[in-house]
């Protein structure tokens, strides 16, 4: 049995490393699965890339200046991905060839890209990622590597928002056209 001196020695310790573990807690970015924002990407200049496409011709983020990007993360297998892939083509729709841009980031074997866009047809450009540590999700933020993963970026090239899963509907409206919420 523990005297009282020591009691209250082990109750003095268990405090403060509860209080030192929220304390790190509170420090640490805010990054969480279930669509909350990496806020310490918002308003920084987003990563230069140059991606192919699945023809092998590159892209660059930088062809997109002067209009709003959404990237979207995304591979053949994860489901929550492709669930949100309809909605991302709707909305891609409505805002024509001369609004923001939705750009699919596969972050995939080319080859398993190839077979699902083959009948799953999208109406908006799809790169390949780069797999390689740091991989290209990451660079933007993906930290936790979950999948889907989306970035919107301003016509100046600056990160608005960060969401970890899929968007919605009212989500995506609200990247395209209005200011992201947090």
């Given at each position: 049995m523990l005297s009282r001196s020591n009691t209250l020695i082990l109750t003095l310790a268990v405090v403060?490393?509860?209080?030192?573990?929220?304390?790190?807690?509170?420090?640490?970015?805010?990054?969480?699965?279930?669509?909350?924002?990496?806020?310490?990407?918002?308003?920084?200049?987003?990563?230069?890339?140059?991606?192919?496409?699945?023809?092998?011709k590159p892209h660059r983020l930088a062809d997109n200046h002067g209009r709003r990007v959404l990237l979207n993360f995304w591979a053949s297998?994860?489901?929550?991905?492709?669930?949100?892939?309809?909605?991302?083509n709707r909305a891609q729709a409505r805002t024509g060839n001369n609004g923001p841009?939705?750009?699919?980031?596969?972050?995939?074997?080319?080859?398993?890209?190839?077979?699902?866009?083959?009948?799953?047809?999208?109406?908006?450009?799809?790169?390949?990622?780069?797999?390689?540590?740091?991989s290209t999700s990451a660079l933007f933020g993906d930290t936790q590597t979950v999948l889907p993963y989306s970035v919107l970026i301003d016509a100046n090239g600056t990160i608005m928002a960060t969401h970890v899963g899929a968007l919605t509907s009212s989500e995506l409206e609200s990247w395209l056209i209005g200011a992201p919420r947090p």
């Open positions: 403060a490393s509860v209080i030192g573990g929220y304390v790190q807690h509170r420090n640490q970015p805010s990054t969480s699965y279930g669509g909350l924002t990496d806020t310490t990407l918002i308003g920084q200049p987003a990563p230069a890339f140059l991606l192919p496409d699945l023809d092998g297998w994860c489901v929550p991905c492709l669930a949100e892939m309809p909605a991302l841009v939705i750009i699919g980031i596969a972050m995939d074997d080319p080859a398993h890209v190839r077979r699902f866009l083959a009948t799953h047809p999208l109406d908006y450009p799809i790169l390949l990622g780069d797999l390689a540590d740091p």
